[in-house]
């Protein structure tokens, strides 16, 4: 390689200007997605309609897996996640990465409404909880139960945070 001093004047300032080109491009499409997806997040989360989604853990064939296994959100929207399990063996929803990218307002089960960081929800046979949430950070996350020897048997999912344009 040469040294700096021994490249023509010329030839530096046009890989100078070209440099410049591609940071400055780069710049503008961060702040273009990064404007979209803040503006699909700005006022109080809270007061979004819900969009309710049901997902099954297992089934009455106690088959294991998740009904449906590939979810899709949409970053900025509130969703009710309806969980329920028909099966006869107790199953876990976990997705972490997916919780640790999302403003949870609150899990109830039961009688009970819990609220803060949730990483895993555990139903047991004929249990049902809903998940109310806001998705903050598009990405494509891992579900799987985390009981012994489900996740192996296909007890698996996806779930997919998408932006959404501002006028959606």
């Known amino acids: 390689m040469l040294p700096f001093h021994s ?4 030839l530096a300032r046009h890989y100078l200007h070209l440099s410049l ?3 400055i491009s780069l710049m503008i499409w961060f702040g273009i997605t990064w404007t979209s997806t803040a503006a699909n997040l700005s006022g109080d989360l809270s007061r979004q309609p819900l ?3 049901k997902v099954s853990l297992g089934n009455g064939a106690n088959e294991l897996k998740f009904f449906p296994n590939d979810v899709e959100f949409s970053a900025g929207k509130r969703y009710k996640l309806v969980l329920n399990n028909p099966s006869a063996s107790k199953h876990y929803f976990t997705a972490k990465d997916f919780a640790d990218n999302i403003w949870s307002q609150k899990v109830e089960a039961g009688n009970v409404e819990v609220k803060g960081a949730i990483h895993e929800l555990e139903l047991k046979p004929a249990a049902q909880a809903e ?3 806001v998705p903050i950070k598009p990405g494509t996350y891992e579900l799987h139960c985390s009981v012994p020897g489900h996740s192996e048997a ?3 999912g996806k779930l997919t945070v998408a ?3 501002n006028d959606a």
């Open 7 to 10: 490249i023509p004047r010329s």
């Open 21 to 23: 080109s591609v940071l």
């Open 51 to 53: 969009i309710e989604v």
């Open 131 to 133: 998940w109310v949430f």
């Open 154 to 156: 296909g007890m698996v």
């Open 163 to 165: 932006v959404q344009p």
